[in-house]
């Protein structure tokens, strides 16, 4: 009679936190890429930078968010050789001015469509898309089991998802991160990380070149 298998050791409690962790993330892959952003707020976020592959929420008033968003896309666009997918509400979106935080026309597809409920399909068909460097639609109301379609689709793709919420927003806490950003005087923004997996949220006053000043610690 053979030999009974040897049992298995129990698995260590550092390795019972790190598979917590991966799966808090929204996940089932190890540590993945990471975008970064500015010194200062890549400190707060988990592997140094902005998480990919995975949903972003920001929430914005006014054109702050806007720019913030074509920073982001536009950085991932660069690193990535690949197109950004947006998809706004309206038909203001201004391509000339994305350029100015590095999201230049020539990589960026605009996708029309009037419906929210259109809005979400295409986000979420255009996240299942790895010819895709980061797609960004403008949403209002994001319910948890929309989120977490979104938040799958970006892990099958491979591909960053921005959803861009004006407040008050109807938006449940569905991605990886969610951020606040308003305009201050001086082309600054304020960016307010409000909730973020694995990281430590804040608030930030951020120059287009930089950080300026010191980040702080939300409580």
């Known amino acids: 009679m053979a030999d009974p298998l040897p049992s298995l050791p129990p ?19 190890g540590p993945g890429e990471s975008l970064p952003l500015f010194p200062e707020i890549d400190r707060a976020l988990p592997g140094g930078g902005l998480a990919l592959a995975c949903l972003h929420q920001l929430v914005a008033a006014d054109s702050a968010g806007t720019a913030f968003a074509a920073l982001i896309a536009g950085r991932l666009a660069e690193r990535k050789g690949r197109p950004v997918l947006w998809a706004p509400v309206a038909e203001d979106l201004y391509p000339p001015g994305l ?28 996240l299942r898309c790895p010819d895709l460097a980061c797609v960004v639609a403008e949403i209002a109301g994001l319910d948890l089991i929309a989120g977490r379609r979104l938040q799958l689709a970006a892990e099958a793709g ?40 694995g990281g430590m949220p804040g608030e930030w006053t951020v120059a287009p070149d930089g950080v300026s000043g010191e980040g702080r610690d939300a409580h």
């Open 99 to 126: 350029a100015a935080w590095g999201l230049v026309p020539e990589r960026l597809i605009v996708v029309r469509a009037a419906a929210e409920a259109e809005r979400l399909w295409v986000m979420e068909e255009a």
């Open 158 to 197: 491979r591909v960053t998802g921005l959803a861009l919420h004006p407040p008050p927003t109807r938006a449940a806490n569905a991605g990886t991160t969610r951020w606040r950003v308003g305009a201050l005087p001086g082309g600054r923004w304020h960016l307010a990380l409000e909730r973020c997996r």
């Open 11 to 29: 698995p260590s409690l550092d390795a019972l936190r790190a598979r917590i962790r991966t799966l808090e993330q929204g996940g089932t892959h």
